[in-house]
């Protein structure tokens, strides 16, 4: 029955069942291997980005999950709640790429085996293949491992003391969504995090990272390289996907992932029906182009990254990157727009 499911459903099925029936971390692990391969394998089939994006993120919250049921033990698990960041909590991972995650405890919970557990899953996370994050927001540090008050506490200080590192912070936490333990935790706090959207100093500190990374486009339309490679994270998904965050939080809308926050915007007249259509599908070419050098560079033996090879694109991928540049750079300009920001 599993040779027979991996044939017919691209052993997405079959990854799923391993995942629901392993007892150990080990188990976890040897489960979680195949999803690079199915990546690449769906990929050259020509999948959608919106599919692969969904299917993987379904995968990738199990194997967390998982994890979290192996190292916290089950009496213990209603009061906790594990957060996903990031591009994972926006559910656009694709790649294994680094671990970001939050905790958030109930009020008056005390459990001295805690820190332990959570060591655990950050290390057990490193042998499955998410590398730790450099900048170490993940549940083994216990600045994003805080209880329901504290969370509140540290909300109205972002309010208090707007700054880059405020802007920073929120924005990664905008983007959580609850995998495991007791959902209800999160949304306790949904309220306090939402009121920031009525917070203008606060929205322009945000709004200023889209700005921040300059033009992906040289003087003469060309697309901007630094030795051999565009950065497509730095020069053209970044600035979508945060100004549309930044959007999101201004107009309350409730939307982590970054297509759906886009026709929501259009829908609540925040942003027009034309940018709204190019700006998701700029957003797609962005994230196939990145992938397809990932598995490029992976192939090779290679760390990938975030840069793609310019030169070696088909001439139809260089023309879409471009066109898709030029979306960003329009975006950018409703973003300025929108929160009175200088050039």
Not at 261 to 281: F, K, T
Not at 287 to 311: E, F, H, T
């Given at each position: 029955?599993?040779?027979?499911?991996?044939?017919?459903?691209?052993?997405?099925?079959?990854?799923?069942?391993?995942?629901?029936?392993?007892?150990?971390l080990?188990?976890?692990?040897?489960?979680?291997?195949?999803?690079?391969?199915?990546?690449?394998?769906?990929?050259?089939?020509?999948?959608?980005?919106?599919?692969?994006m969904?299917?993987?993120?379904?995968?990738?919250s199990?194997?967390?999950?998982?994890?979290?049921?192996?190292?916290?033990?089950?009496?213990f698990?209603?009061?906790?709640?594990?957060?996903l960041?990031?591009?994972?909590?926006?559910?656009?991972?694709i790649?294994?790429?680094?671990?970001?995650?939050?905790?958030?405890?109930?009020d008056?919970?005390?459990?001295?085996?805690?820190?332990?557990?959570?060591?655990?899953?950050?290390?057990?996370?490193?042998r499955?293949?998410?590398?730790?994050?450099?900048?170490?927001v993940?549940?083994?540090?216990?600045?994003?491992?805080?209880?329901?008050?504290?969370w509140?506490?540290?909300?109205?200080?972002w309010?208090?003391?707007?700054?880059?590192?405020?802007?920073?912070d929120?924005?990664?936490?905008?983007?959580?969504?609850?995998?495991?333990g007791?959902?209800?935790?999160?949304?306790?706090?949904l309220?306090?995090?939402?009121?920031?959207g009525k917070?203008?100093?606060?929205?322009?500190?945000l709004?200023?990272?889209?700005?921040?990374?300059?033009?992906?486009?040289?003087?003469?339309?060309?697309?901007?390289?630094?030795?051999?490679?565009a950065?497509l994270?730095?020069?053209?998904?970044?600035?979508?996907?945060?100004?549309?965050?930044?959007?999101a939080?201004?107009?309350?809308?409730?939307?982590?992932?970054?297509?759906?926050?886009?026709?929501?915007?259009?829908?609540?007249?925040?942003?027009?029906?034309?940018?709204?259509?190019?700006?998701?599908?700029?957003?797609?070419?962005?994230?196939r182009?990145?992938?397809?050098?990932?598995?490029a560079?992976l192939?090779?033996?290679c760390?990938?990254?975030?840069?793609?090879?310019?030169?070696?694109?088909?001439?139809?991928?260089?023309?879409?990157?471009?066109?898709?540049?030029?979306?960003?750079?329009?975006?950018?300009?409703h973003?300025?727009?929108?929160?009175?920001?200088?050039?």
């Amino acid at each position: 029955m599993a040779e027979v499911l991996a044939h017919y459903a691209s052993s997405s099925h079959l990854i799923s069942l391993r995942l629901a029936r392993a007892q150990t971390l080990e188990d976890i692990a040897d489960a979680a291997r195949g999803m690079t391969d199915l990546v690449r394998q769906l990929h050259a089939q020509g999948a959608k980005m919106s599919y692969l994006m969904e299917l993987v993120s379904a995968l990738n919250s199990r194997v967390m999950a998982r994890v979290f049921e192996q190292v916290v033990p089950e009496e213990f698990r209603d009061r906790l709640c594990l957060l996903l960041l990031g591009s994972e909590g926006r559910r656009e991972q694709i790649l294994k790429t680094d671990q970001d995650n939050a905790l958030i405890l109930a009020d008056g919970f005390d459990w001295p085996g805690l820190p332990a557990a959570m060591q655990r899953f950050s290390e057990a996370l490193a042998r499955i293949g998410y590398p730790p994050c450099p900048g170490q927001v993940m549940v083994n540090n216990p600045h994003w491992r805080l209880d329901q008050t504290a969370w509140r506490e540290r909300f109205a200080q972002w309010s208090r003391v707007a700054d880059g590192q405020t802007s920073l912070d929120l924005a990664i936490v905008l983007d959580a969504r609850p995998v495991a333990g007791n959902t209800a935790l999160y949304e306790s706090l949904l309220p306090s995090l939402r009121a920031l959207g009525k917070d203008a100093i606060l929205l322009r500190y945000l709004a200023d990272a889209t700005l921040s990374k300059g033009n992906p486009l040289t003087w003469r339309g060309q697309v901007r390289e630094a030795e051999g490679r565009a950065d497509l994270k730095r020069g053209g998904v970044f600035p979508l996907v945060h100004g549309l965050r930044t959007l999101a939080l201004k107009h309350g809308i409730a939307h982590r992932n970054s297509f759906d926050r886009c026709a929501s915007l259009v829908a609540a007249g925040a942003m027009d029906a034309e940018l709204g259509r190019d700006v998701p599908q700029a957003l797609a070419v962005l994230m196939r182009l990145r992938l397809g050098q990932q598995l490029a560079d992976l192939d090779a033996g290679c760390v990938p990254g975030n840069g793609v090879d310019v030169a070696a694109l088909r001439r139809l991928d260089r023309e879409l990157l471009r066109d898709a540049l030029r979306v960003v750079n329009g975006f950018k300009e409703h973003v300025q727009s929108e929160f009175h920001l200088g050039a």
